[in-house]
């Protein structure tokens, strides 16, 4: 209370006698309530661009996220890689609809996107072909290419406020072609090697903890296993059932195994509640066998 007289004392102003400081006023509480009312009937609102807030500032916004990702990217190609084709195409109908003879052609970043995806496809596939044949590389390249692992990482990156897109928030497709310009707008500038570490470090490591089988899987392994076997020079291939548990119940579990009939070699293992499906796993077994010895 001691404290309280001197800030008054301070302000000029003198404290009743025996009064009690509020922290928070008495009208803070009803006003809220009205607000909140208010929202209520309001009903969901549509998100807001970030660029409408009135402390929006463009060319820091891009120093930033340059800054951010260590980079440094030329300032027309960053400010490229943002502008999606159908925005600067409605921009440019507006100008002609308002008679604006002076609107220059807004450039977008369909280029970029294009010299984008075909670095980022040789870097997957120089990353991968040295240890997996072409099948396992194009499984990988597919699903690290795909529209939704791109828009993943882009949206991750914070590229999601900067996209001039007719939609807000951006679509997928808005996130990976972004995304995807960026690396062509990196790759003017700066050197191929740290183009190459760029996607490395931000697509690449989305590999991290996952098996590349569990990725790819051909679609009828058995035969797929068939096919590399016979160009091994191996003619027949004898399936076995090698154990077998709680076959009569829903905990049925049973192994397969996959002999050369010739050297009798085990090919590969597998298990599974029958044995249809033990088989097609030791399949798996033996072609992640056969990669490996290549």
């Known amino acids: 209370m001691q404290s309280?007289?001197?800030?008054?004392?301070?302000?000029g102003a003198q404290p009743l006698a025996g009064a009690q400081c509020r922290a928070v006023k008495r009208w803070v509480s009803p006003?809220?309530?009205?607000?909140?009312?208010r929202k209520k009937a309001l009903g969901p609102q549509p998100e807001q661009r970030r660029s409408q807030f009135l402390e929006w500032n463009e060319e820091v916004e891009l120093r930033c996220f340059s800054k951010r990702l260590g980079e440094e990217f030329e300032g027309k190609a960053l400010r490229e890689a943002f502008v999606q084709p159908e925005w600067a195409n409605v921009q440019e109908f507006q100008a002609r609809q308002a008679g604006d003879?002076?609107?220059?052609?807004?450039?977008h970043n369909r280029e970029l996107a294009e010299n984008g995806a075909q670095i980022i496809s040789q870097t997957i596939r120089g990353a991968y072909a040295p240890s997996y044949p072409s099948d396992v590389v194009e499984g990988i390249h597919s699903h690290l290419t795909s529209q939704e692992m791109l828009a993943h990482v882009g949206k991750h990156l914070g590229i999601k406020d900067l996209i001039k897109s007719l939609e807000y928030p951006p679509e997928e497709r808005s996130l990976a072609d972004t995304f995807r310009a960026?690396?062509?707008?990196?790759a003017l500038s700066s050197p191929a090697g740290r183009v190459q570490r760029f996607v490395d470090d931000f697509l690449?490591?989305?590999?991290?903890g996952k098996d590349v089988y569990d990725i790819w899987a051909p679609a009828?392994?058995?035969e797929y296993m068939l096919r590399l076997l016979q160009a091994k020079g191996v003619e027949q291939v004898e399936p076995r059932l090698c154990n077998q548990s709680a076959s009569n119940t829903i905990l049925a579990n049973f192994q397969?195994?996959?002999?050369?009939?010739k050297s009798k070699t085990c090919l590969g293992l597998g298990w599974g509640e029958n044995i249809k499906t033990a088989k097609e796993t030791a399949a798996l077994d033996a072609i992640q066998r056969l990669h490996a010895s290549d």
């Open 31 to 37: 006003t809220m309530r009205v607000i909140v009312l």
């Open 256 to 261: 397969v195994g996959l002999y050369d009939a």
């Open 101 to 107: 003879t002076a609107f220059e052609p807004i450039a």
């Open 4 to 11: 309280l007289r001197v800030v008054f004392r301070l302000l």
């Open 220 to 222: 009828q392994p058995y």
């Open 182 to 186: 960026l690396v062509g707008a990196l």
């Open 204 to 208: 690449l490591c989305q590999m991290v």
